[in-house]
């Protein structure tokens, strides 16, 4: 579905940001990216999402090669504030992309009505993304995503903006919309919790300028649960595990 | 205490609280008239007139045609009138023009390179200096007077318009990109939207720029138009009716501010409330 091969960007040729990245992603898979502070994950997505023309390395998305935003592919930023339209309502804010989109009005309602059930937010799509919660702009912007049915949808840190209740909401909300639409997932996160919670397979970088440290699987059983999944043992351990990948060595300077 | 205030509050009935907020609104205006009209008819002096007699003077002037014409005499449709529309008509069409060309210079970093120094060179160009060549060029008619004001009011609309399209957020950029909205579409459904708050401030600006820019324009070479009838009046020694045509000026700048600003809120009733919901939360 989505293969990467050794990605290398630098912004100014002095500060290379991510050096050398390699990893792919299959069909139906949720995969998160973590890793400290300041190693890139934004930039990788940004290249993923083909906003970002990197330095170097290929990235392929349904076996083509990404230059430009390619189609079939959403995406859901941590600002919703600032990502979602202040000037138009809910409605209008998950209309917009679909309006560009081959498809009939009545479809296009259809799908608006839709996504705003899978998050829960029916009855809502009159107010102004500013009137509704962060939780609920997020789910809004989740929404927006998820009418546009896209194969892959990238998450950039989609749930560091909201309350932590709010934040195990979303984590459920979005392993339900992937088991109801099927939608491949990546997401990046500075949370190992969130990312052992939420994925298939987590991706482990390491710091600027950041290559793949490691690959974890994750075997826990589906529907996961927010209490029983996280006393887990094996959820325990697969979280030290990746604690432990990305803890900066002794003797290095702090990454935040 | 605290029960006390509560208390109070509930005993007040609905009148007292319209009267109480009508007082901070217009206590302020309503004392100064009061106090020009004791001071001025005390002094006496024929230079500063009460408003009682600029008001009674403002009547005859202007209120006093036939039923037929809903009262409004001669001097409205001569003078009045034409000054609305000249004002209207120039800082209309610095919208018109200031708009686009803002947009267009704000969507591109070369043209904006380009255009910027000679852009400042002409902004710094008082209006009412350039009069005696648009004379020569224009002649004496409106099209000289709208001219002047348009070339007044275009600089807010347009620079405002160049830094509201120009500081669009990455965010909302990034998202229409990332789902694929054509380009043609992101300038009416993204940028303009964004820019709005930006152009509407400097079109408001513009709007009490064009009121003065009348007014001037007025002054020289003109035979009609309320600036033209403050001086004549001044000229003649009819100082109340020089106090008149003030006191109407005032208005008009009062009422259309006021009309734009409810033209704003239907228009930017979202910016309001955005920016309300961020400061507050």
Redesign the interface.
């Known amino acids: 579905m989505l293969t990467v091969e050794h990605l290398h960007h630098a912004y100014i040729p002095e500060h290379v940001v991510t050096s050398n990245i390699t990893f792919d992603v299959k069909a139906g898979e949720i995969v998160s990216i973590v890793g400290p502070s300041g190693c890139g994950k934004t930039t990788l997505l940004?290249a993923l999402?083909?906003?970002l023309k990197p330095t170097g390395g290929t990235i392929r998305f349904q076996g083509k090669v990404v230059q430009g935003?390619p189609?079939g592919?959403?995406?859901v930023?941590q600002?919703y504030?600032?990502?979602l339209?202040?000037?138009?309502t809910v409605d209008g804010n998950i209309e917009?992309?679909l309006?560009?989109q081959p498809i009939t009005p009545a479809e296009c309602r259809r799908r608006v009505a839709e996504s705003l059930q899978a998050v829960d937010l029916s009855g809502f799509g009159e107010r102004?993304?500013?009137?509704l919660s962060g939780g609920m702009q997020q789910r809004v912007a989740i929404a927006?995503a998820l009418a546009?049915q896209p194969k892959l949808l990238l998450m950039d840190e989609p749930f560091a903006s909201v309350d932590a209740q709010t934040r195990a909401d979303l984590e459920d909300l979005v392993a339900a919309v992937r088991d109801r639409f099927g939608i491949t997932i990546v997401l990046v996160t500075h949370d190992i919790d969130e990312s052992v919670y939420l994925s298939d397979r987590v991706i482990v970088l390491s710091r600027s300028p950041s290559s793949v440290l490691g690959q974890v699987n994750i075997e826990l059983p589906r529907p996961r649960d927010q209490v029983k999944t996280k006393a887990m043992q094996q959820f325990v351990e697969k979280r030290s595990e990746i604690a432990q990948m990305i803890r900066r060595p002794v003797g290095s300077e702090p990454y935040c | 205490m605290s029960t006390e205030g509560i208390e109070i509050d509930r005993w007040h009935p609905r009148a007292f609280n319209a009267i109480q907020s009508f007082a901070v609104r217009y206590g302020l205006g309503i004392a100064l008239v009061i106090v020009w009209e004791y001071a001025a008819s005390k002094a006496g002096s024929i230079f500063f007139p009460p408003p009682s007699e600029i008001l009674h003077r403002a009547v005859t002037l202007w209120l006093s045609g036939p039923p037929s014409r809903l009262f409004l005499s001669g001097s409205v449709f001569q003078d009045v009138i034409p000054s609305l529309l000249r004002l209207l008509g120039g800082w209309a069409l610095a919208v018109l023009v200031g708009v686009p060309l803002g947009i267009l210079i704000g969507r591109s970093r070369n043209l904006s390179d380009f255009l910027n120094p000679a852009l400042q060179f002409l902004r710094a160009i008082p209006g009412p200096a350039l009069i005696p060549v648009f004379i020569i060029l224009l002649g004496t008619e409106s099209t000289m007077r709208v001219t002047l004001i348009a070339f007044g009011c275009i600089w807010p609309v347009l620079l405002n318009t160049i830094e509201g399209t120009r500081t669009v957020d990455p965010v909302q950029l990034d998202t229409v990109k990332a789902f694929r909205i054509p380009r043609h579409a992101r300038l009416w459904r993204i940028v303009l939207p964004a820019a709005m708050p930006k152009i509407f401030a400097g079109m408001r600006v513009s709007l009490s720029l064009a009121v003065i820019l009348m007014v001037v324009s007025e002054l020289v070479a003109s035979t009609s138009g309320i600036g033209y009838r403050i001086q004549n009046a001044q000229i003649m020694f009819l100082l109340t009716d020089m106090w008149c045509g003030i006191v109407l000026l005032a208005l008009i700048g009062y009422t259309l501010n006021w009309l734009f600003l409810k033209f704003e809120d239907r228009v930017l009733g979202w910016h309001r409330g955005a920016r309300g919901r961020t400061a507050t939360s």
């Open positions: 940004k999402a083909g906003l935003v189609d592919l959403a995406i930023f600002e504030g600032r990502s339209l202040p000037w138009t917009l992309p309006r560009y102004y993304p500013w009137q927006r546009y």
